[in-house]
């Protein structure tokens, strides 16, 4: 059985970088069939898809346009983890933010959710 | 604006039928499959159908999903209580890009 556990700070000053971190088990971040995506869901917004990273010999990743500018996305294979750095944050990207796995295509696993307020 | 488009709410009586539908274009429906999630208050969604109309293990049989091509449906029949929440449709987007509908509240009268 999969599991994610994310972690990281629910509080961010506006300008700074939102950092959080998703910790896999029953998986390997390195896995050549899945890929690790962050998620994040407002009111305003709703569901959002900001990248994912993954592994098919070498490291790819994607971004969502609305956030590429100011994204990374991250394995590290020796703590079998992954993270988000989102930089020059402002009151807009306060949201609950989740990690979830794809697999052939859907997401299948989600990490609990981590509500980031970005506010002074 | 979210790219797929999903009536913001449907309702009904235990028992009944209900359909959601998500309404997308040729860069994105069209062109892949359709996955619909479930999202119970304060938590996570949850895959409830994905490649169209498959469902993991778990989920009922009373949930069926569809596609025809820029749009795509899930029904729910049986309607119960449990079933009141929130319903997502996702697929990619031609651009590489995760895309979701903005949701539907299933809500049972």
């Known amino acids: 059985q999969v599991q994610l556990q994310q972690s990281g700070p629910g509080l961010v000053k506006p300008s700074q970088t939102l950092s959080l971190t998703c910790a896999i088990s029953g998986d390997s971040v390195s896995s050549n069939s899945a890929a690790w995506n962050w998620i994040r869901q407002s009111p305003s917004r709703g569901l959002e898809w900001l990248g994912r990273t993954y592994y098919r010999s070498k490291w790819y990743d994607d971004y969502a346009v609305s956030v590429k500018s100011r994204i990374a996305i991250k394995a590290d294979t020796s703590k079998n983890q992954f993270s988000l750095q989102l930089n020059s944050v402002t009151p807009e990207d306060t949201a609950m933010y989740y990690c979830a796995r794809t697999h052939s295509g859907y997401d299948d696993y989600w990490g609990q959710g981590t509500l980031v307020t970005v506010s002074s | 604006q979210s790219v797929l488009t999903q009536p913001p709410s449907a309702s009904g009586t235990p028992g009944q039928r209900v359909t959601i539908s998500c309404s997308g274009s040729?860069?994105?429906?069209?062109?892949?499959?359709v996955n619909w999630y479930q999202q119970l208050p304060g938590t996570a969604p949850k895959l409830l159908i994905y490649s169209n109309n498959q469902r993991p293990s778990g989920v009922p049989d009373r949930f069926s999903g569809s596609k025809s091509g820029t749009s795509a449906s899930l029904a729910i029949s049986g309607l119960q209580s449990e079933d009141e929440a929130d319903y997502y449709c996702?697929?990619?987007?031609?651009?590489?890009?995760?895309?979701f509908g903005g949701g539907t509240r299933l809500t049972v009268l």
């Open positions: 996702a697929t990619w987007d031609a651009s590489l890009m995760r895309v």
């Open positions: 040729s860069s994105n429906i069209g062109r892949d499959t």
